[in-house]
């Protein structure tokens, strides 16, 4: 994690997102927050706390390649020593006591790394018996929590307007895992399903007791007792298997046309991957690679080499890294090509290729690719950021120097979305928002926009841009309330956009903004004895863009290689298909949730606001 001091490029400023800010916070570290904030003993001694833990999970998966290799047996072969092994275990025993929120580290925790009681696999039993109990505790409270499934699947969040998406208890899910490694008992099962109230909750680990049967954890009289109170419970069993409607034909009148516009690019990329399938199996069968190339496209070849390479990696790695070396020339006449969609599936596919050890790193050298690291609590450096958005820099100071726009437009921009994460392809759209001064008239809108995409060509799909109408509140700059319901106005509840983008700074007034509303978010005292609701929504926001949404959908599967997965008959009751149940995915999600998904509460240190 490089640390950068953010110099003014000609007129306007970058500064970083102040999650990684927040993350990257110690006395001697020049950054971006404000001195009040940045000097904080409480949130230093958060900050440092969560980088430990970082900097630990990152020596062990980096010391422990074979992702489904357990700690124990790690510990066995010598490729991390017991002390390391304790370390991480009081670590993550402290982190759950430190905050009741961080109990959601506990659905994306590598199950690897998780404690084993039992006598073959112990490494140290006092250590990993009071993470065992602090854990049992933190998945009893997470049972109850639910949200829509299509969160932990396709990354598909229905719209305002639409039915209500189905939800699921996930940690409910987790059962057959945690029966794996003793964590939980049949014992413990049987009772949460006589115990635990009628709903989604006991809907989900019925489906987790379901998947936990096929794999043979349980069995005989425990089974039947099992099925005898989901019958009971459950009455029309045709319920588990049920799922909610999700709006997935493009040409339904019900969705917004980005929506058709997205269900028809996931359609179409379904028969590219099919047909990609279908041609690996030729490959792999002998077939001359420049004749299949002239037969069917270079496009559709390069998806079947990467898929060849993938299946070989599995079964022989002398094998894939020949196979590799006679596809390098047909995969760099792709990425030297003029279209996007070729670069984008070089791009991803080496990166995955890199994983499994079956190409040379001098040849991604070659082709100027970097392996992209998407557990990184931030993409760019400053070079980085200076030069991918350079385009915003000059709109910014064109707006300050606009006779018209600089009266009602703040001469700054707030950028977030898939772009900074580091999983976009290369010709996505530019997701930001703009500032409207206190003193605009919201009737003057449509004609502020007009004058901006004549004036401002810099800008790119201003009709996508969201829109901060901001205001001021006890003499303080802030965010305004949404003039609409719609996705083009946000306001104070979009913490996911504040905290996770990087900031364009054309004069004082937007870094103090951008100081103002973080001392709000830092700080909820003002909603008296919702606070506590608040501030767990707030991280749940959070959660959801960082580590949920696209990089569940399709980010991770883009750099990196899936493993298979041992699938049953009920399997997909729990979504297995998901990369959420991905060792791979699962050690990029802890390391981000312990950088980003971070809102320290500072109060009452040095805020003191009246309700």
Partial sequence: MKEEDFSSINKARIL????????????????????????DNRLIEHATFRRDLYKLFDHIFESIQNQNLSIGQAVKKGLIGKSVVTRLWDGL????KQDENNARILLYLPFETLPDLTAENCVETATGQRLVNLYQDAWIRLLHETEPRANFVDGDILEPGLEQPERVSKAGHLTPELLIRKIITITDILLL???????DPLKSIAQGVMVSKDRGLISGTDWEKACEIIEKRIKDLSLLYQRGEVFKDPSSDKISLERASWLRKVQEEEEENKKA????????GGQNLEALVKLEGLGTVVMALIKTGQYLAKKDSGQAKEFACR???IIQEAWESNEISLKDAVLGGLNQWARLGIVDNAFLQTLGIKLTDLSSPFQYDEGGLSYEFKSLVTAANKI???PFLSGVLYPGFLVFGSRLKGYADLNADLD????????????????ILRVLRREIPEIPSIDKFLEY???????????????????TFVGESAIHFFMGGVWIVGEPEIAELRDNMLERYLNLSRFGDAKIQIRQKFLGQIELDILQYRLMHKGYGKFYPRADKGYTQNSDLIDYQSDFWDPGYRRVATKLFLSRVFLPDLYPKYFNLQL
């Fill in 432 to 447: 930001a928002a703009m500032f409207f001064r206190p003193n605009a008239d919201f009737k003057n809108r449509m004609q």
């Fill in 469 to 487: 109408w901001t205001t001021f509140e006890e003499g303080k700059l802030v965010f305004g309330s949404i003039k609409e319901d719609t996705r």
């Fill in 16 to 39: 970083p997102p102040i999650g990684s800010e927040l993350f990257l916070a110690k006395p001697e570290r020049k950054g971006s927050l404000p001195p009040k904030i940045a000097q």
């Fill in 400 to 402: 300050k120097s606009h």
């Fill in 327 to 329: 596809a390098e020339k």
């Fill in 277 to 284: 399938y279908l041609l690996s199996q030729q490959i792999l």
């Fill in 93 to 96: 025993s402290d982190f759950l």
């Fill in 193 to 199: 399903l006589e115990i635990i109230p009628d709903g």
